[in-house]
Nanobody, 127 residues
Framework: EVQLVESGGGLVQAGGSLRISCVASGFTFDDWAIGWFRRVPGKEREGVSCISNSDGNTYYRDSVKGRFTISSDNAKNTVYLQMNSLKPEDTAVYYC????????????????????WGEGTQVTVSS
């Protein structure tokens, strides 16, 4: 059974940091890419970052570049999202998702072709 389980969310003040994790099971981790997405009620889902577990290439949405860092520990089947200098507008439920293939397309942030999704973890940034 394929599972993606997020953890590490919480409440933090603006300017603070959080690291959220996504533990994957049930598929060959190295052959997939993992993306982080976020959703605020009433708004469109946003692609935040993505990493290829085969070559380590990473991608970020513009608003988080320089603040967020995605990384992967293939031995632990875990992807992390280190979030620094958090802003109230980063408040959302964060989801990880897995897509097959060794290359990440330019459309990675749209959420297409991701076969598996986690249940999400809430990140709240207070002003």
């Amino acid at each position: 059974e394929v599972q993606l389980v997020e953890s590490g969310g919480g409440l933090v003040q603006a300017g603070g940091s959080l690291r959220i994790s996504c533990v994957a099971s049930g598929f060959t981790f190295d052959d997939w890419a993992i993306g982080w997405f976020r959703r605020v009620p009433g708004k469109e889902r946003e692609g935040v970052s993505c990493i290829s577990n085969s070559d380590g290439n990473t991608y970020y949405r513009d608003s988080v570049k320089g603040r967020f860092t995605i990384s992967s520990d293939n031995a632990k089947n875990t992807v992390y999202l280190q979030m620094n200098s958090l802003k109230p507008e980063d408040t959302a439920v964060y989801y990880c998702a897995a897509r097959p293939g060794l290359r990440i397309p330019s459309t990675w942030s749209l959420g297409w072709d991701y076969d598996y999704w986690g249940e999400g973890t809430q990140v709240t940034v207070s002003s």
